[in-house]
Each structure stands twice: as C-alpha cells, then as structure tokens.
C-alpha cells in the first residue's frame, strides 16, 4: 500500500504560478510512475501530466508549456509546477502512483487550486 499526500495548493491570480507536492510513502518511490488529475466542478477527471519510472513525460494539450511534471527519487515526491495559470485551471489536483504504466491503483486526498481573474 502506497500513501500519497499532495500540497501546495492555494488561491492565485491568473497568470501566477503554484507548485504541487506529492510525498510518497514507499521505499520504492523511483519504480512507481506517477501522475497528476484533475477534476473541476461539472467535468470529469482528466489526466494534467504523467512521468515515468524513467522520467519520460507526458502532459495533456490543454497544460502544454505551462505546466511541468517532474520527481526527486531521494525524497520520494514528484512534483507539478503550474505556471501562467488561468481560471479554468481551478479544480482538485490528485497525485497518483502506479507501477504498471497507464495504471494508477494508489491515489493522494487531492489539493485545491482556486485562479481567479
């Protein structure tokens, strides 16, 4: 069992920036790759960016070039930098974890992140 405890979250204007946090509570943090969701009100959970045991990214069209995906095998967390932020981009932020790649079996309480105009 993989505990995820994300942070960072807050209330920003638009066009500032936010770092995520994800603590993770395995050993065995650099096998697991990780990602970050998201869920607005009235929208499903989408997927913002994803990386790697390796560190091969992905991000989702819609954060490309603003927001980066990255983690620190030796402090078991990943993080996600959120820059040039926009209302829409208010929602719940989830961490995840999985070792199979495109499965995500553990998941974090989430952090709000609240942009206003």
């Known amino acids: 069992q993989v505990q995820l405890v994300e942070s960072g979250g807050g209330l920003v204007q638009a066009g500032d920036s936010l770092r995520l946090s994800c603590a993770a509570s395995?050993?065995?943090?650099?096998?697991?790759?990780m990602g970050w969701f998201r869920r607005s009100p009235g929208k499903p959970r989408e997927l913002v960016a994803r990386i790697t045991s390796t560190g091969a990214t992905y991000y989702a069209d819609f954060v490309k070039g603003r927001f980066t995906i990255s983690r620190d095998n030796a402090k078991n967390t990943a993080y996600l930098q959120l820059n040039s932020l926009k209302p829409e981009d208010t929602a719940v932020y989830s961490c995840?974890?999985?070792?199979?790649?495109?499965?995500?079996?553990?998941w974090g309480q989430g952090t709000q992140v609240t942009v206003s105009s």
């Open positions: 395995t050993r065995s943090f650099s096998m697991y790759n």
């Open positions: 995840t974890a999985g070792l199979v790649l495109g499965t995500f079996p553990y």
